[in-house]
T-cell receptor
Framework: QQQVKQSPQSLIVQKGGISIINCAYENTAFDYFPWYQQFPGKGPALLIAIRPDVSEKKEGRFTISFNKSAKQFSLHIMDSQPGDSATYFCAASNNAGNMLTFGGGTRLMVKP | EPEVTQTPSHQVTQMGQEVILRCVPISNHLYFYWYRQILGQKVEFLVSFYNNEISEKSEIFDDQFSVERPDGSNFTLKIRSTKLEDSAMYFC??????????????FGPGTRLTVL
């Protein structure tokens, strides 16, 4: 019940295209859903996060869509750039605890 | 911009030896965490620490592991008797106390532990 499932495992997108990464969770106590970006040899860096009281959050080219009834959330990267090539992790946590449960990661490659 | 720092960047040790991984969290943060990432796998939670005590720990964090905040700036993870399967990247993270800020965890660059 603590798992967060992420798909796809890898994604290749042309420059200027839209990258879409999906996550699903089971634990209804989760109420905080961040996305992290990780470059090789670096730690995960917080990209954008959402709470379940809204269905969408946008920051620049990055948008999180959240579907509470389906227990799914997704990251959309608009106008994808080669510099976006990295591994993306979705995660979830609840207020009662502070541990982050991570999805399996998506390796994104944006081709020039 | 404040950041979490970790030392060493790479630690090689023999099986059965003790290792201490060090972290300096962001200075005004009050919550501290350790995660690990086995090569090619997802990031896994180990332990969280607040007010000088463990607030939550995972099944991975068994008796071989311990954490400590020995002074006002450092946060350490000790593995008493390393096993081959402890080989992984270990990430320290910290978060603040403000509403909403508590969940925003900032990660360090990691320490790669190799157990031979």
């Amino acid at each position: 019940q603590q798992q967060v499932k992420q798909s796809p495992q890898s994604l290749i997108v042309q420059k200027g295209g839209i990258s879409i990464i999906n996550c699903a969770y089971e634990n209804t106590a989760f109420d905080y859903f961040p996305w992290y970006q990780q470059f090789p040899g670096k730690g995960p860096a917080l990209l954008i996060a959402i709470r379940p009281d809204v269905s969408e959050k946008k920051e620049g080219r990055f948008t999180i869509s959240f579907n509470k009834s389906a227990k799914q959330f997704s990251l959309h990267i608009m106008d994808s750039q080669p510099g976006d090539s990295a591994t993306y992790f979705c995660a979830a946590s609840n207020n009662a605890g502070n541990m982050l449960t991570f999805g399996g990661g998506t390796r994104l490659m944006v081709k020039p | 911009e404040p950041e979490v720092t970790q030392t060493p960047s790479h630690q090689v040790t023999q099986m059965g030896q003790e290792v201490i991984l060090r972290c300096v969290p962001i200075s005004n943060h009050l919550y501290f965490y350790w995660y690990r990432q086995i090569l090619g796998q997802k990031v896994e939670f180990l332990v969280s620490f607040y007010n000088n005590e463990i607030s939550e720990k995972s099944e991975i964090f068994d008796d071989q592991f311990s954490v400590e905040r020995p002074d006002g700036s450092n946060f350490t993870l000790k593995i008493r008797s390393t096993k081959l399967e402890d080989s992984a990247m270990y990430f320290c993270a910290s978060s603040g106390q403000t509403s909403g800020g508590r969940n925003e965890q900032f990660f360090g660059p990691g320490t790669r532990l190799t157990v031979l």
